[in-house]
């Protein structure tokens, strides 16, 4: 890097906005592109902060007929659609008044249109019900939300060098192309998607949007299913396999992927609500009573039956302690399948072996999100054990239902399966997909290498036609948006980007909006502004100055819990998959110790706490030493523990201390999901003659002594993932969806919103008597020797010219 930009954890949005002020003031935003391509001319009421509707102004004023255009050709909306998403208006300068501005008057068909949209003012406009009402721009509305964002706020916040601030927005500002890149793990806290449309909005504002080089690109695990892209002309896409109506399946191995009939008899469930005790995010406020937080379209069942593959879900669960003991047990089954002796292998009722993947006997289609590449392939050697491939459990379990109630349509289903021609489940899924049309999965398993996804551009960059062909986008104006009409978002104070406090994870108060913006209006619900609980922290919406709300401690930071924890992926293993492997444990941390010369280590290797030296020696604690890191006392590591409790022992977290200068005072790191204890394990170490933490009788390894990295952390439910309102693409198809979409719309889990207190347990040294060794010999990072610090400073070499 040419230089690196230090921030308080989560403050990422407060750089955005503090380089949007400096974007403004210094003019490198760029004017036409923010009239042709964005929201920022569309006027917004400031009695409502809705758009401000045609249909309101305009006597008998109706929609453009969109069924023979880009909108409803290709996006697929309909009438009643386009009424929902609704109209908007700009200033027009040539006119002096305010015009209707249609989604499709985008790019080259604005430039065209003869409006001249303006970015600034305030103007009074006439409704049809005779009542008047001032309306400003987008942009303008914008321009009085940056006067809270100047450099020495920023800097407080985010406590980035100003010069640095300053330098990195002149270059966001003058650089063509940019992009930013962000990894998975800063989409870990609460507010990281206002810290993304921070990002982004930067990237707007510039002109930095699907161009060659440019966007915001982020981690996309789970946005593959959208790559088998169902269209009115291909047909159902991805669905014809995972949709395909059970009542009228179709068993012609010769059948167009297009003929497949599809309903869906089930909507998707985000995972995050089990996590969260089972429970949708339903608070009791002192303003209205009882308030339902998630949408209809969000809302979960009860969980009685669960069934996963290769997930290790149970593990990686935030809160995991609690899933154990307050969760699961009111699931009535639990199955996995999974080709590791995993936790989840033990905490299931049931659990399937299957074939990794070089030994699956059935075709596998994959895909990647950034690159554009399929690929359709088998295992090449005979498994190893008695083990199944996935699809053979599910066709298992199915022949037997159909046996057992004589109903054949459950075999049916997975009619290929049995006469090992899995090949004609990949097949429809080309067939069906605008992606793949034309594909042959003969053809490309036989050719053993990638195949290109027919998308328009390599490489794959976003937004491309809706920059370079003016197409609009999948979005309620067709535009590139940073305002939010959405009536939750105006309700929580989120219709403009702003920064704010982590639920947990600040010193200050808890999830505060950080503004004094006139046109953010959020709702606190009467909830106090000392109110703990998890719930209602989540709900509170505070709007505050920067002195404000620094002023404001967090209780929590005030009983000592003052590290925040962040919990990256590890280069080793793959999430927690392989976290038992010899040779991963003995690379992932400084303990990896083959011979295991200290019998407390779990293991051939142990997990670590990444923690800055001086922090850890004004806690009494040596590198190396073993620390029990505790979570938030009221619910960690689950609900209702109490310290005389066996299962408490067990699910405490004690883990190697490790220094490390290059983490500032407050913040650690250990790396996220390896294998948790559990109560085998635990027993297993404390019994077992060599102290490793197997369990006995399913021989399942930890990684730790006691606890779990998910000791400290639990579930939140973001209110504006929840929301009914939010128009926008569908997963998997060319049309518009509202509300709840897997993945895209929905909640997702925040480990690093959490605070940690840390406490020394033992000494590091050989069976807790004294330092650990590598401690003595001066080379070690916070105990260096004066020759180490030499070395380090390239003293140690004499130079003759």
């Not at 940019?178 to 510039?206: D, K, W």
């Not at 999100?369 to 005979?382: E, F, H």
Request: hydrophobic share 35%; net charge neutral.
């Amino acid at each position: 890097a040419d230089y690196w930009m230090p921030l308080r954890p989560a403050s990422d949005g407060a750089i955005f906005l503090g380089a949007m002020k400096i974007l403004v003031d210094e003019n490198m935003h760029d004017v036409d592109f923010l009239k042709g391509y964005t929201d920022s001319p569309v006027l917004v009421r400031t009695d409502t902060l809705q758009f401000l509707d045609p249909r309101d102004v305009v006597a008998e004023y109706q929609f453009p007929d969109f069924s023979k255009s880009y909108s409803g050709r290709v996006q697929s909306l309909k009438p009643a659609q386009v009424e929902r998403l609704g109209g908007m208006m700009v200033w027009d300068l040539n006119k002096k008044q305010a015009v209707p501005l249609h989604r499709e008057q985008v790019g080259w068909h604005y430039q065209t249109s003869g409006i001249d949209a303006a970015l600034t003012g305030t103007y009074r406009v006439k409704l049809l019900s005779g009542r008047e009402v001032d309306a400003m721009p987008v942009w303008q509305l914008y321009l009085v939300h940056f006067q809270d964002y100047d450099l020495d706020t920023v800097h407080q916040i985010c406590r980035t060098p100003k010069d640095l601030l300053v330098r990195w927005a002149r270059d966001s500002g003058s650089i063509k192309p940019a992009a930013i890149h962000n990894g998975e793990g800063t989409n870990h806290y609460f507010h990281q998607t206002i810290n993304s449309r921070g990002a982004a909005m930067v990237l707007i504002v510039t002109g930095n949007v699907g161009k060659f080089g440019t966007g915001q690109h982020t981690w996309s695990g789970n946005y593959k299913a959208g790559i088998w892209t169902a269209t009115p002309w291909s047909g159902a896409g991805l669905a014809v396999h995972t949709g395909e109506d059970p009542f009228n399946i179709t068993l012609d191995p010769n059948a167009h992927g297009k003929e497949i009939k599809t309903a869906s008899y089930y909507y998707g469930e985000e995972v995050g609500y089990w996590n969260h005790g089972d429970t949708a995010l339903i608070v009791s406020t002192p303003k209205y009573g009882r308030k339902v937080f998630t949408g209809k379209t969000h809302m979960p069942t009860p969980s009685k039956f669960r069934w996963v593959v290769n997930v290790n879900v149970l593990n990686n669960a935030k809160h995991h302690y609690d899933m154990v003991r307050n969760v699961d047990p009111n699931i009535e089954t639990l199955i996995c399948q999974d080709i590791e002796m995993t936790s989840d292998v033990n905490h299931n009722d049931i659990a399937f072996a299957a074939n990794s993947w070089m030994e699956f006997t059935y075709p596998e289609m994959t895909v990647t999100v950034s690159n554009p590449w399929v690929q359709i392939w088998k295992g090449g050697i005979r498994p190893l054990y008695d083990t199944r491939n996935d699809l053979d459990t599910f066709a298992g379990v199915a022949a037997k239902l159909s046996e057992m109630t004589g109903d054949t349509r459950m075999r049916d289903y997975f009619k290929f399966v049995y006469e090992n021609r899995v090949d004609v489940y990949a097949q429809r899924m080309l067939d069906a997909s605008s992606t793949f049309y034309g594909y042959s999965a003969d053809v490309m398993l036989k050719s053993e290498k990638g195949w290109m996804v027919m998308v328009r551009t390599y490489p794959r960059t976003p937004f491309w036609e809706e920059t370079n062909e003016s197409k609009p986008m999948w979005t309620r104006t067709g535009r590139y948006e940073n305002y939010r009409t959405e009536p939750e978002a105006i309700e929580y104070g989120e219709n403009f980007i702003s920064h704010r406090e982590g639920t947990e994870a600040t010193p200050y108060l808890p999830n505060a909006i950080m503004t004094t913006n006139p046109y953010v209006r959020p709702d606190d619900y009467g909830i106090p502004i000392t109110a703990q609980h998890h719930d209602d922290k989540t709900v509170r919406n505070i709007k505050l100055p920067w002195q404000e709300i620094k002023r404001h401690a967090n209780p929590l930071w005030e009983k000592g819990y003052q590290f925040y924890c962040v919990t990256p992926k590890t280069r080793h293993r793959v999430h927690s998959q392989w976290s038992v492997n010899d040779w991963v444990q003995i690379y992932e941390s400084n303990f990896g110790d083959p011979y295991r010369m200290d019998k407390r280590t779990p293991g051939v290797g142990e997990h670590q706490l990444h923690i800055n030296p001086q922090a850890a020696k004004d806690r009494g604690i040596n590198d190396g030493d073993y620390v029990y890191v505790d979570g938030n006392p009221v619910d960690r590591p689950y609900r209702g523990w109490k310290p005389s409790d066996p299962y408490y022992k067990v699910a405490r977290l004690m883990i190697r201390a490790k220094y490390n200068p290059a983490y500032p005072y407050h913040v650690t790191m250990a790396k996220h999901a390896p294998f948790v204890a559990t109560p085998k394990s635990v027993k297993g170490h404390e019994t077992r003659p060599d102290g490793r933490a197997i369990a006995v009788d399913t021989g399942y390894q930890s990684n730790f002594r006691y606890g779990a990295q998910q000791s400290f952390t639990r579930n939140w439910l973001m209110p504006m993932h929840q929301t009914d309102s939010l128009p926008g693409k569908h997963a998997i198809a060319w049309k518009f969806k509202w509300g709840y979409q897997v993945d895209h719309h929905a909640i997702n889990t925040v480990p690093k919103e959490c605070l940690i207190r840390i406490t020394k347990a033992e000494d590091g040294g050989i069976g807790a008597r004294g330092p650990w060794e590598p401690v003595r010999t001066g080379f070690t990072p916070g105990q260096e020797n004066e020759f180490m610090i030499k070395w380090l400073k390239g003293e140690h070499i004499k130079i003759k010219v």
